[in-house]
T-cell receptor, first 113, second 114 residues
Framework: DTGVSQNPRHKITKRGQNVTFRCDPI?????LYWYRQTLGQGPEFLTY????????KSRLLSDRFSAERPKGSFSTLEIQRTEQGDSAMYLC???FGLGETQYFGPGTRLLVL | QKEVEQDPGPLSVPEGAIVSLNCTYS??????FMWYRQYSRKGPELLMY????GNKEDGRFTAQVDKSSKYISLFIRDSQPSDSATYLC??????????????FGQGTTLQVKP
């Protein structure tokens, strides 16, 4: 399967802990996006990478959130000092270029207790 | 007011019915319009992709964009129980930042009853 993959698929953590999610985009896709989706809502944009450069961050991305994409391949999203309000599905998408289709991964479902 | 408005439903129809799903938007800069289907606890899957105004048909699915009214629609003909899912509209304007980020509607939950 050459689609977008995300790991882990599920994560349960206690408030105050740090968590890290990984996204492997489709090979040769240079654009990578992170979105967050809460129950009953559509996905909301968090951040965008073109190759290894993080070019845009949403105001939703507080200073507890950090994302990286070393060498323009896989990406990680880290949440420090998790809060219950961080509970959501974290989705990763990739595309080949501007205006091209964004393909989504299966998401990582986070539950903060 | 949200940039993209979509009735969350739920919408329940009998098998074989024609389904109409709609979104309105406020940002006239949107040029790219998409419909994604999302099954429970899965990632969104692209159904239709349209640039600017007009119609696009793919099998049982037809997407329409009316930029003058800031209104987009997705029609599903001969609906099947397997069409039961949440349908998300999404839009993008490339703007000065050229991110291509998508702005989504809330999603409409569809149930097709056998």
């Amino acid at each position: 399967d050459t689609g977008v993959s995300q790991n882990p698929r599920h994560k349960i953590t206690k408030r105050g802990q740090n968590v890290t999610f990984r996204c492997d985009p489709i090979s040769e896709h240079n654009r990578l996006y992170w979105y967050r989706q809460t129950l009953g809502q559509g996905p909301e944009f968090l951040t965008y990478f073109q190759n290894e450069a993080q070019l845009e961050k949403s105001r939703l991305l507080s200073d507890r959130f950090s994302a990286e994409r070393p060498k323009g391949s896989f990406s990680t999203l880290e949440i420090q000092r998790t809060e219950q309000g961080d509970s959501a599905m974290y989705l990763c998408a990739s595309s080949f270029g501007l205006g091209e289709t964004q393909y989504f991964g299966p998401g990582t479902r986070l539950l903060v207790l | 007011q949200k940039e993209v408005e979509q009735d969350p439903g739920p919408l329940s129809v009998p098998e074989g019915a024609i389904v109409s799903l709609n979104c309105t938007y406020s940002n006239s800069a949107f040029q790219y319009f998409m419909w994604y289907r999302q099954y429970s606890r899965k990632g969104p899957e692209l159904l239709m992709y349209t640039y600017s105004s007009g119609n696009k048909e793919d099998g049982r699915f037809t997407a329409q964009v009316d930029k003058s009214s800031k209104y987009i629609s997705l029609f599903i003909r001969d609906s099947q129980p397997s069409d039961s899912a949440t349908y998300l509209c999404a839009m993008s304007d490339h703007g000065s930042s050229n991110t291509g980020k998508l702005i989504f509607g809330q999603g409409t939950t569809l149930q097709v009853k056998p």
